[in-house]
């Protein structure tokens, strides 16, 4: 089945700076590649989503680009806020199936 | 409008109790979903319901048990459970892909489980 390792666990910036979130997955017929958000005591918040037959997207600060030779995919905040700090969650679909995989997390802390 | 609702925020139960969790999306979409998710760990698929009728089940124990009474609502109701179960449980709604599979989900705040 699907695996999504996601790195890295943490990631502490300063407030202005880029971050960059990467994700590798193993199931090379997934198709759909989704992130969330997660503030304490709140469910995942979706905040971009790509599809394998897209390699870049773009919303504002948020970027998402796909290497499906690679089968990795990466989020990238730039100018980061004290209001982006949260948990970030990769996920990957395999084809026709109705399930998320999640990758483990990672933990983004904007420092003012 | 893109809000899932789930009800009760936090429940606390006793290992002998019998309550349910409840869930409810206005978007149209024909998928629903249980997740369970452990503290600083990443969601984990329960169940599936595809057009009202359960698709997915991921092995998990019988004192769990889903149901769909319509396509807006999904409830998971708890009987006899672990200490261990206590989680956050989530909810999520989708549309269905002209093609099968998985569109954007969205998420409901979910319910903080504590059993006793």
């Known amino acids: 089945g699907e695996n999504v390792e996601q790195h890295p666990s943490t990631l502490s910036v300063q407030e202005g700076d880029s971050a960059v979130i990467k994700c590798t997955y193993s199931?090379?017929?997934?198709?759909?590649f989704p992130w969330y958000k997660q503030e304490l005591g709140k469910g995942p918040q979706l905040i971009i989503d790509i599809r394998s037959n897209v390699g870049e997207k773009k919303d504002q600060r948020i970027a998402v680009t796909l290497n499906k030779t690679a089968k990795h995919f990466s989020l990238h905040i730039t100018e980061t806020q004290p209001e982006d700090s949260a948990v970030y969650f990769c996920?990957?679909?395999?084809?026709?199936?109705?399930?998320?995989?999640f990758g483990t997390g990672t933990r983004l802390q904007v420092f003012p | 409008d893109t809000e899932v609702t789930q009800t009760p925020k936090h429940l606390v139960m006793g290992m002998t109790n019998k309550k349910s969790l409840k869930c409810e999306q206005h978007?149209?979409?024909?998928?629903m979903y249980w997740y369970k998710q452990k503290a600083k760990k990443p969601p984990e698929l329960m169940f599936v319901y595809s057009y009202e009728k359960l698709s997915i089940n991921e092995s998990v124990p019988s004192r769990f048990s889903p149901e769909c009474p319509n396509s807006s609502l999904l409830n998971l109701h708890l009987h006899a459970l672990q200490p261990e179960d206590s989680a956050l449980y989530l909810c999520a709604s989708s549309q269905i892909t002209s093609g099968g599979g998985t569109d954007t989900q969205y998420f409901g705040p979910g319910t903080r489980l504590t059993v006793l």
């Open positions: 199931d090379s017929a997934s198709n759909y």
């Open positions: 978007m149209g979409h024909r998928a």
């Open positions: 996920a990957a679909s395999p084809y026709n199936t109705d399930k998320l995989i």
